[in-house]
């Protein structure tokens, strides 16, 4: 006993209304509806799951996962965030530091500058670093294969051949501004095989702005990268952003005419509302509600998926009974921003392969448990 | 993964011309392969070091358990509930983290028929089969969004 | 010690102060303390001073002056 197409598109739809929401919790679970099978199968997911791209770029993708539960798109954007790993600035050795800047603020502001560099070495070269017992010899543990050093070292000076009232500091001093691009990538041991030329570590935004300095200002320092997850600091999550949002469904349930249909538009984002005109054949059915508005403006849903679901139709009385807002429980509109040490697209692959290494590793857990 | 990346568009952007072919049938195995692979590279390193992280909760019988996941949270335990909720077998299904600052995570199971532990043990690999077709699903995509919109990557 | 008995220990009263005994090379490590640089708030050049100079820096007069920072190096957690 299938469910019909409406039954299925109610099923569906999240009610957005005008002070509340409605139809939250999925329901698609054995025993839930009588006679009808929910069993998990994966042939049936398979059929049922799509993906749409939107957009791909490297440092920010977009697409849809369509036919998924919340619970398992939620497991993705949260691996995304906290679980997969990246390499970044955890330990500063500050030699001198006389600028205005102190010396921890200094050491947090170069831990979030995102670096990006030969994804083989970053990916498979470099491995876990292991933080060294109290007492151990603190650099015990480090190896070419799990750090990265680094230099900063920039001492501001007058410029000589500034104007000689020059009010630019920039203009008028040798590295006023200390930037991410004057950090120095010092490879060690192999790391040379894995990071040279185009494949060296450097800052991906190669403008950020570290420190401001005076002539005679100095800062004098070395850094070790490691490598961490999201979970730890959020300097080692791989993304900006990592959001999803369900696609908005518009259903003009009656015909929305004339400079009502303007108005309709405007209470919605550009290109979510389009105008057309009625037709005479339209006009000519009597109930359809367009009777004798032959020529006329309606409004009609054209692109729902750039609706920010504001509510605000829902506000005017002149609408009311005539447009209802929902969205799609099982249609999720990824948004994937990479920081640069991954791409976007390989971060979403990356984070259902961590997804699937978690399960496997755990399923094995418990077959040790049983035994 | 990067090296497998370029491979992977290469080898799709031949098959492109070949609409018969499936895009992604010969990358599937060799990133079935890989994981594999990489999977067991990480469990041999870590077999020594990996201490049991399920454990059975007293009062459970074989019908009706809970089960206390070290070091899990949300991410895994709504998903895992969510999966082991699709099995008819399974009367109840839930999960919880008591303390916030305690990294655990409970899974409760109650079974009409076998027991919880193959509940559990389903629920994972029906994970494990999910995750499968999201990413065979999302390469096959990817590829033919970049080759429309001539994407070279 | 009561804060009362304290003295500024100088090169030669070093030894009799509280009675600490140091030996010899401790009136020659006093001595090359008693030297110390400092930096100019004003014109930012090094200024030399000893323990009874004029707090002024002999380039531009300031009176302002600072202590330099330690020469040692300093670890921090990048967090």
Not at chain 2, 8 to 31: F, L
Not at chain 2, 109 to 129: C, E, F, H, P, R
Request: charged letters at 25%; proline letters at 5%; glycine letters at 6%.
């Amino acid at each position: 006993m299938a469910p019909s197409a409406e039954e299925l598109l109610r099923r569906n739809t999240v009610g957005i209304n005008k002070e509340t929401v409605s139809n939250v919790a999925s329901t698609d679970f054995p025993g839930h509806f009588p006679g009808e099978d929910h069993a998990f199968s994966i042939e049936r997911f398979r059929s049922a799951f799509s993906v749409q791209f939107h957009r791909n770029e490297l440092n920010d993708a977009s697409f849809s996962l369509i036919g998924i539960d919340a619970s398992l798109a939620n497991a993705f954007r949260r691996i995304l965030i906290a679980e997969i790993p990246t390499l970044a600035i955890e330990d500063v050795y500050i030699e001198n530091n006389t600028s205005v800047i102190q010396d921890e603020v200094l050491a947090h502001r170069l831990g979030l500058i995102p670096f990006n560099g030969g994804r083989d070495g970053i990916h498979n070269f470099l491995k876990w670093y292991k933080k060294p017992e109290a007492g151990e010899d603190p650099y015990a543990n480090s190896f070419d294969w799990n750090t990265v050093r680094l230099e900063l070292n920039v001492t501001c000076t007058v410029n000589p051949d500034a104007a000689p009232n020059e009010n630019d500091p920039l203009k008028a001093y040798n590295h006023a501004h200390v930037y991410a691009k004057d950090i120095v990538f010092v490879p060690t041991g192999r790391q040379v095989e894995y990071f040279s030329g185009d494949n060296a570590i450097v800052p991906v935004n190669p403008d950020i702005l570290i420190a401001k300095l005076r002539p005679k200002q100095t800062i004098n320092l070395a850094m070790h990268m490691h490598k961490g997850i999201g979970a730890d600091h959020s300097k080692f999550s791989p993304v900006a952003t990592a959001s999803y949002r369900l696609l908005p469904l518009i259903h003009i349930t009656k015909p929305i005419i004339g400079p009502d249909a303007e108005k309709f538009q405007r209470c919605f984002p550009q290109g979510v509302i389009g105008l057309e005109k009625v037709t005479r054949e339209e006009a000519s059915k009597s109930g359809s509600g367009y009777e004798g508005h032959a020529g006329e403006f309606k409004a009609v849903v054209k692109d729902s998926m750039k609706d920010t679901v504001s509510r605000e139709a829902l506000r005017h009385p002149e609408f009311e009974g005539k447009v209802k807002l929902g969205r799609r429980r099982d249609h999720f509109i990824f948004s994937i921003e990479s920081t640069g040490q991954w791409d976007s697209d390989e971060l979403f692959l990356e984070a259902v392969k961590h997804l699937k290494l978690k399960c496997k590793k755990l399923e094995q857990q418990v077959i040790n448990m049983v035994q | 993964m990067p090296g497998r990346t370029k491979a992977q568009a290469d080898a799709s952007s031949q098959d492109a011309d070949m609409q018969d072919v499936p895009p992604s049938g010969q990358d599937e195995i060799n990133q079935d392969a890989e994981m594999r692979e990489n999977a067991e590279a990480e469990e041999e390193e870590e077999e020594e070091v990996e201490p049991q992280r399920v454990r059975i909760l007293p009062g459970s019988t074989d019908t009706a358990a809970s089960f206390e996941f070290t070091d899990e949270g949300h991410t895994l335990g709504n998903a895992l509930r969510y999966v082991i909720m699709k099995n008819p077998d399974v009367e109840f299904c839930a999960y919880s983290i008591p303390h916030p600052s305690e990294p655990k995570m409970n899974i409760r199971i109650q079974t009409y028929d076998g027991t919880a532990v193959n509940a559990l043990k389903k629920g994972l690999s029906d994970l494990q089969d999910v995750c499968d077709v999201v990413a065979e699903e999302f390469w096959t995509k990817r590829q033919q969004f970049n080759s429309e919109q001539g994407i070279d990557r | 010690m009561p804060r009362e008995e304290y003295q500024v220990p100088t090169a030669g009263a070093g030894a009799s102060a509280g009675g600490m005994t140091r030996g010899a090379t401790g009136g020659e490590r006093h001595e090359s303390r008693s030297v110390m640089t400092y930096i100019c708030g004003d014109c930012g050049g090094n200024v030399t001073l000893s323990k009874d100079a004029l707090v002024a820096c002999p380039h531009c007069a300031g009176r302002v002056l600072y202590k330099e920072r330690t020469k040692r190096m300093v670890q921090f957690e990048a967090r």
